[in-house]
């Protein structure tokens, strides 16, 4: 646990963390504004399993398919798929960051507090896990394994968990650090 304290430490700097978040939020838009309407162009109207932060069942999944037919299921593949590894990535490493420099600025980064900036790398991983499990079943289609839809599901649960709990502290966090900034000035301006 030291070790890794020490590594976001050596990388808490303003600009290395505003980079890693602007470089994120890219890949994300690509994402939203290209690959996944590009793929949903085929799944009339039905949403990916990448954003069904509740689940899905065998159900859904075989109808998603069927509804993408070929075409679709290709696109999901080696469009949408390729730029969903490299976000989980750059999520995990650039909110863990985000969260370790605002905690740092409320000199809670030495306490339990640390452990916030696991859970976008757990939401990182859950994705990875989640991307394989959609590329076995895109690969194995219509030969789909019930557990291989039950894990994926899973996967996709923990992500969109680890990634709210994420958003919910980060925004605890932000105010505290605002109400900081707030009483700084009223002290400072107090004090003249």
Do not use: H, W
Request: proline share 3%; charged share 15%; glycine share 4%.
């Amino acid at each position: 646990m030291k070790r890794i304290k020490e590594i976001v430490n050596k990388n808490l700097s303003g600009k290395k963390v505003l980079l890693l978040f602007v470089l994120t939020n890219i890949i994300y838009a690509i994402m939203l504004i290209v690959t996944i309407p590009k793929t949903m162009m085929f799944s009339n109207g039905m949403k990916l399993l990448d954003m069904m932060p509740t689940g899905y069942d065998s159900e859904y999944v075989n109808a998603l398919f069927e509804t993408l037919g070929v075409k679709g299921r290709e696109v999901y593949l080696y469009n949408q798929i390729p730029v969903d590894m490299i976000y989980p990535f750059l999520f995990g490493i650039s909110y863990c960051l985000l969260i370790a420099y605002f905690l740092k600025k409320l000199n809670k980064l030495n306490s339990a507090f640390f452990y916030l900036c696991f859970l976008p790398i757990i939401a990182g991983i859950a994705d990875y896990l989640e991307n394989f499990g959609i590329i076995n079943m895109l690969n194995n289609y219509p030969n789909l394994s019930q557990i291989s839809m039950e894990a994926t599901n899973v996967f996709s649960i923990v992500k969109s968990m680890a990634t709210s709990i994420y958003f919910i502290a980060l925004i605890i966090t932000l105010l505290l650090f605002g109400i900081k900034l707030v009483k700084a000035r009223k002290t400072s301006a107090n004090n003249m």
